[in-house]
C-alpha cells in the first residue's frame, strides 16, 4: 500500500453510478513505521486517516480526520485486506488487487446483504 496512487473515486447508489472523480493518494509509513498516513484528496473529499496497531488488544485502529470532524474505528486484517468497521452496518475494505492496483471501497449491510455504495481504485504513481 505505500505509496503514491492516482486514480477514480466512484459512488454508487441502487447499482448505479451516480458520481466519478479523480483521486490522489499518498501512503506513508511515520514514526520508524509504527504508524501509517494516508492523505486523500479529491474535488469532493479530503481526508488524513492514521492506521496504528495496538499490541496490547492486538487490534488496528483507523483513525480519520475530516472537513466535518474525526473518527476512530477498530480495523482487522483478513485475508490480506485491511477492513475498518464504523459499526456493524458499515465497513470500508482496503487490498492490492492481483493487478497490483490499490482498491478501496465502502459496504452497507442492507437486508442481510452488503452493498457497495463507493469504490476508489489507484494505479500506482510511485513508491515512497
Known sequence: MIGEWEGISTS???DSIVSQVT???KIIYNLDKHIITIDLQSETLQLHTVIYYDNKIDKYYYNVFYEGGAGKYL???IDEKLIVSPNENKRFIFQLTPEGNFQEYGEKLENGEWI???EDIFKRYSEE
Open 12 to 14: 454508487f447508489q441502487n
Open 23 to 25: 483521486a490522489h493518494e
Open 75 to 77: 480495523a482487522e486484517f
Open 116 to 118: 457497495k455504495y463507493f
